[in-house]
T-cell receptor, first 113, second 111 residues
Framework: SAVISQKPSRDICQRGTSLTIQCQVDSQVTMMFWYRQQPGQSLTLIATANQGSEATYESGFVIDKFPISRPNLTFSTLTVSNMSPEDSSIYLC??????????FGSGTRLTVV | QKEVEQNSGPLSVPEGAIASLNCTYSDRGSQSFFWYRQYSGKSPELIMSIYSNGDKEDGRFTAQLNKASQYVSLLIRDSQPSDSATYLCAVNMRGSYIPTFGRGTSLIVHP
């Protein structure tokens, strides 16, 4: 299975600022996925990032708020823009290898104050 | 709305007992089913996948799938305190390669 390095592991940010989260995979993958997990809640898919094309966003998530980059087959970033306390959550990147299920990064615990 | 439902728990079992975790899903055409374990403060890790009706065993873990009744379960035999975690059920609904996750069941194994 893949190894994903995600950073930062946690951050405390002021409202109105932006944070960029990075994920590096040790293998080439076609798609990378960004999830949000709020306290006591399930994993919610934010968007799917393909290399060389625009990310595909799920209902309720927009590019202006969560811009994503995917410059190559091993790396992606998610930016949380113009943050508010409601954005406080754990953000996870993930990849999938056929038949092996999903592997997750270690997560970024974001607190907006 | 395609859903995956789990009892949030907590499910408390004594050490050495069998823990039974259940999950139901709404889409009858679902094809792939996964169980993830998530320790507090950590990210989910895949522990079992199952694709066809019946049982699949891996060590102390057994996944059971019943497509007709639209449920999938996870049995943990000889439960250990180290099994205490939240267990997430994930289902690939018909036509989707992206899983829908349940909210998870918190399992507590007490000595």
């Amino acid at each position: 299975s893949a190894v994903i390095s995600q950073k930062p592991s946690r951050d405390i940010c002021q409202r109105g600022t932006s944070l960029t989260i990075q994920c590096q995979v040790d293998s080439q993958v076609t798609m990378m996925f960004w999830y949000r997990q709020q306290p006591g809640q399930s994993l919610t898919l934010i968007a799917t990032a393909n290399q060389g094309s625009e990310a595909t966003y799920e209902s309720g998530f927009v590019i202006d708020k969560f811009p994503i980059s995917r410059p190559n087959l091993t790396f992606s970033t998610l930016t949380v823009s113009n943050m508010s306390p409601e954005d406080s959550s754990i953000y996870l990147c993930s990849v999938e290898f056929t038949g092996e299920g999903y592997t997750f990064g270690s997560g970024t615990r974001l607190t907006v104050v | 709305q395609k859903e995956v439902e789990q009892n949030s728990g907590p499910l408390s079992v004594p050490e050495g007992a069998i823990a039974s975790l259940n999950c139901t899903y709404s889409d009858r055409g679902s094809q792939s089913f996964f169980w993830y374990r998530q320790y507090s403060g950590k990210s989910p890790e895949l522990i079992m996948s199952i694709y066809s009706n019946g049982d699949k065993e891996d060590g102390r873990f057994t996944a059971q799938l019943n497509k007709a009744s639209q449920y999938v379960s996870l049995l943990i035999r000889d439960s250990q305190p180290s099994d205490s975690a939240t267990y997430l059920c994930a289902v690939n609904m018909r036509g989707s390669y992206i899983p829908t996750f349940g909210r998870g069941t918190s399992l507590i194994v007490h000595p």
